[in-house]
């Protein structure tokens, strides 16, 4: 019998949910004892790949033909535009002027992950890969939650410079109902959603490696 979309994607965060000891470097502000720098690194890395994946999201915009899944990625290509106003605040925080940052040298390990989202972008089914990236959401936003709150407490950020990890942790309800009817209309069209299950994988790893390398700088 084929699974719906809602339970195809909680089978994907269930067998992908990432161990708390994964992610070297979100501990690390929590508890205050990331050097500054990481965190300037982080908002250059950022930059970088929020200028990636705001062509990514557009281009399966363009890609999809399901009305659903347009919207989906019309909507997180907007809300990268957004994401990026918020990283000057953040990176002068930590001392990156826009000097800084247009000349900071980012890292491969940094940007595997934007890579794949273009490759995503090129080569996935517009459903498969919404299913692929909304079962990051969750683990994604808690990591910004945290580091939100350990900026706030152990490093004196104010909520300006906050703002960038603010917007991704706070949840956006209508963006999983999007996913889940642009899954679901690509299960009503037979399109095999399995993939995204070995695509998650493939993301969540990329993900890990991001932060783990800016912990291992």
Known sequence: MTR???ELLDTIRRELAPGE???RLVPLVAEGKADKAAIGALAAEQRRIIEAD???FLTLAARSTEPASREFFSGLAGGEGLAKAKLTPLAAACGFDEAAIRDYKPRPGCQAYPAY????ALHSDPATAVL???ANFAAWGGYCA???QGLREHYGFDDEACGFFDFFATPVPELEEQALAAAQAGIDAGIDLSPAMEQGRLLQAYELMFWNTLAEG
């Open 21 to 23: 000891s994964e992610n």
């Open 132 to 134: 692929t990236l909304v």
């Open 4 to 6: 719906s979309a809602a």
């Open 117 to 120: 989202v273009s490759w995503l």
């Open 146 to 148: 945290t580091i939100a």
């Open 54 to 56: 705001w062509r990514s």
